[in-house]
């Protein structure tokens, strides 16, 4: 079964893979306007989100975007 939470309620995880995450809710929703803003490229929103969400970021592009979809389905 996926783990689920409540961003109001639980604490959300600290990491995923090995590497540090900002998981404020205000950040949470910084990623989200982010990437909805048409103003920049796919490429763009998704870099921008990778920077607000990791402390440091995974090792490839795959491990950026795999991370993201994780966090933003969770």
């Known amino acids: ?7 109001l309620m639980d604490d959300l995880p600290g990491e995923w893979n090995g590497c ?3 998981t404020d809710f205000r950040n949470g929703i910084r990623i989200v306007q982010v990437m909805g803003d048409e103003e920049f490229s796919t490429m763009e929103r998704l870099e921008y989100a990778a920077e607000l969400l990791f402390e440091e970021l995974p090792a490839s592009q795959e491990d950026c975007l795999q991370g993201l979809l994780w966090y933003l389905s969770g």
């Open 20 to 22: 540090g995450l900002n």
């Open 1 to 7: 079964m996926e783990n689920r939470y409540n961003v």
